[in-house]
């Protein structure tokens, strides 16, 4: 069973980066699309970036700011968002599939911008 | 920049009721087109994909419907467990979800 779970601080200083990790398990890593997907307070679905073995991409949005990586020996991909706001402020969930679709989530981690 | 616009913004409807929910691309997307939904404090949950195929698992009283710039998700029967939030998403370029339907108990 594929399981996917985020970690990483709940808690980031305003124009400090923000970095999170995804443990992916039950599934092998190379086959799929590996992306990071946002929510704030209240608010709908963001999509930040994905991953894959061959390629990578962001939200157009949030380029300049967004690192998405991969680690497939150690079943992890990991998310940076560099000097935050209060707006960045959101649930962060990690999602996989194929390119088309998220069918795998995690459960979402809270991260809150503040001094 | 593709815009998913989704109506309503919220519905209210009885156990046993059918309900439809619209999603508006501003730019033809073809059929690409998914659809999801949340429970409170819980991760999306993927319902349909292309337009109209379901996903695994997913109960034959949802349906998707739609190509080109409208589209509808149907779920024929509600159920107590279907009272949630739906998102219709775009992938023909990036990925953008609607601003979501919250679906509630009348």
């Known amino acids: 069973q594929i399981q996917l779970q985020e970690s990483g601080p709940g808690l980031v200083k305003p124009s400090a980066t923000l970095s999170l990790t995804c443990t992916v398990s039950?599934?092998?890593?190379?086959?799929?699309?590996w992306n990071w997907i946002r929510q704030a307070p209240g608010k709908g679905l963001e999509w930040i970036g994905y991953?894959?073995?061959?390629?990578?991409s962001s939200n157009p949005s949030l380029k300049s700011r967004v690192t998405v990586s991969m680690d497939s020996s150690k079943n992890q991909f990991s998310l940076k968002l560099t000097s935050v706001t209060a707006a960045d402020t959101a649930v962060y969930y990690c999602?996989?599939?194929?390119?088309?679709?998220?069918?795998?989530w995690g459960q979402g981690t809270p991260v809150a911008v503040s001094s | 920049d593709i815009q998913m616009t989704q109506s309503p913004s919220s519905l209210s409807a009885s156990i046993g009721d059918t309900v439809t929910i619209t999603c508006q691309a501003n730019?033809?997307?073809?059929?690409?087109l998914n659809w999801y939904q949340q429970r409170p404090g819980k991760a999306p949950k993927l319902l349909v994909s292309?337009?109209?195929t379901l996903a695994t698992g997913v109960p034959s009283r949802f349906s998707g419907r739609g190509s080109g710039t409208h589209f509808t998700f149907t779920i024929s029967g509600l159920q107590p467990e279907d009272f949630a939030t739906y998102y219709c998403?775009?992938?023909?370029?990036?990925?953008?979800f609607g601003q979501g339907t919250k679906l509630e108990i009348k």
């Open positions: 998403q775009q992938y023909d370029d990036f990925y953008t």
């Open positions: 039950g599934f092998y890593m190379d086959s799929y699309y």
């Open positions: 292309d337009a109209s």
């Open positions: 730019q033809d997307i073809g059929n690409f």
């Open positions: 991953i894959n073995f061959f390629e990578n």
């Open positions: 999602a996989g599939g194929r390119k088309d679709y998220f069918d795998y």
